[in-house]
């Protein structure tokens, strides 16, 4: 028994200290089952690609028998030989013409496309923003609702059945005006363009020489949807040709492809065919990808 001296009193032991409670980690995957998430859709995005890359060199007994992704007896010379003299070389009159339709057309609408979007961003006029506002309405409409009135209009003009029918629709793209004035606005400073007037230069020459250059990710931009869009498009020629010699590519397949059931040869055709039109779009997007390079206008304003 100790004796504590008077006056004084103890100091009551302190209680343990309670353990910090365990904070729990947020739920999350693993990096196996990230990994292996990002295989299976790699492999899904690209088994179609695989699959036509390997039924391109396959003969039509191959095809109906289900051996499109076999590794043995490879046809694609034949195939290739086929395809260039099946009606007198019809399939690459059609790949000109989807050439002609999707490359001239997709530079003439990028350019018309960033015109509008620069006069939408730059100047002031009266009833600017309902102008605007009908051009955001246009993109709403889906294109196949316009193929009747289109076709209505042509025939007034008499150009159904021509290359202007589906050349001149192709030139008008209401997306491609509202992404080329959201380009302008971001790549386009008010001060550059006001320095160039400074220097006297005119609003043709400021946007030639200025505007159109610091702009050019969104032309490519615009470009490459009109192009691919072009590329693709079906329904308008349906409804526009009737000739074949006219027709773009993808009318061209879809027309062998419909004979396929009396005529089993034209399954090699097709499917080569298929192979050779998929290479202008995979050309033009590795080609044009360095111009997608964001800040070209870094550092112009100081």
């Known amino acids: 028994m100790s004796i504590l001296a008077p006056g004084r009193r103890t100091r009551p032991d302190r209680a343990p200290a309670a353990p910090a409670p365990v904070r729990r980690q947020p739920w999350s995957l693993s990096k196996a089952a990230v990994n292996g998430a990002l295989v299976l859709a790699t492999a899904y995005t690209l088994l179609p690609l695989g699959w036509l890359l390997s039924a391109a060199a396959k003969n039509t007994g191959d095809l109906l028998g289900g051996r499109g992704l076999s590794p043995e007896r490879w046809h694609l010379g034949d195939n290739l030989h086929a395809l260039a003299t099946t ?3 019809i399939y690459f009159r059609w790949y000109l ?3 002609l339709y999707a490359g001239i057309g997709a530079v003439l609408c990028a350019f018309v496309c960033v015109c509008a979007g620069y006069a939408f961003h730059v100047y002031a006029f009266r009833g600017k923003e309902q102008l605007f506002g009908l051009v955001l ?3 709403l409409v889906p294109t196949t609702a316009l193929a009747l009135p289109m076709y209505l209009l042509a025939s007034q003009l008499h150009i159904v059945n021509t290359f202007w029918a589906v050349f001149i629709p192709s030139l008008v793209n209401p997306f491609g005006v509202y992404l080329s004035r959201v380009f302008c606005a971001g790549y386009i400073p008010s001060e550059v363009l006001e320095a160039a007037r400074v220097d ?3 609003e043709l020459r400021t946007f030639w020489s200025i505007g159109l ?6 032309f490519v931009t615009v470009f490459l949807f009109q192009f691919t869009a072009i590329w693709n498009n079906f329904f308008l020629p349906l409804v526009m040709l009737s000739d074949n010699r006219l027709f773009p590519v993808s009318l061209g397949l879809y027309a062998w492809n419909t004979q396929t059931t009396a005529f089993p040869e034209y399954y090699p055709l097709v499917v080569t065919g298929s ?4 290479v202008p779009l995979v050309v033009a997007f590795v080609a044009l990808q360095r111009h997608w ?3 070209l206008t870094a550092g112009s304003v100081k």
């Open 137 to 139: 309405l246009g993109v």
């Open 275 to 278: 192979l050779l039109a998929v």
């Open 200 to 202: 006297g230069a005119g």
């Open 97 to 99: 013409n989807s050439l």
């Open 87 to 89: 009606g007198d070389g």
């Open 213 to 218: 250059r610091m702009v050019m990710p969104g």
């Open 293 to 295: 390079k964001a800040g």
